[in-house]
């Protein structure tokens, strides 16, 4: 089994900057990839960024050029740098990891963002 834990959402205002951390524990042998998703009222849930154990990225499409996901094995976290953020930001994001996927096995607990003046 892995956990998940989430931290650092919030409200922040419209082009401001927010990071969110994902620690995970556990099994860690059963982890390749770390990323984030999102889901708005009303939505479906949302790819945001995955990042693998290498390090190769992916990102959807509204978000490139201003979030920036990055991974610290040594401490099985995975981060998730939030800049320019608008108010379409807004929503629930979860931590998703596991072996096979997207989506992964696990997920965390969510943490909400909301982006508004």
């Known amino acids: 089994q892995v956990q998940l834990v989430e931290s650092g959402g919030g409200p922040v205002q419209p082009g401001g900057s927010l990071r969110l951390s994902c620690a995970a524990s556990?099994?860690?042998?059963?982890?390749?990839?770390m990323g984030w998703y999102r889901q708005a009222p009303g939505k479906q849930r949302e790819l945001v960024a995955i990042i693998s154990r290498g390090g190769s990225t992916n990102y959807l499409d509204s978000v490139k050029g201003r979030f920036t996901i990055s991974r610290d094995n040594a401490k099985n976290t995975v981060y998730l740098q939030m800049n320019s953020l608008k108010p379409e930001d807004t929503a629930v994001y979860y931590c998703?990891?596991?072996?096979?996927?997207?989506?992964?096995?696990?997920w965390g607990q969510g943490t909400q963002v909301t982006v508004s003046s």
């Open positions: 998703n990891a596991g072996f096979a996927g997207p989506p992964y096995a696990y």
């Open positions: 556990g099994s860690m042998f059963s982890i390749n990839a």
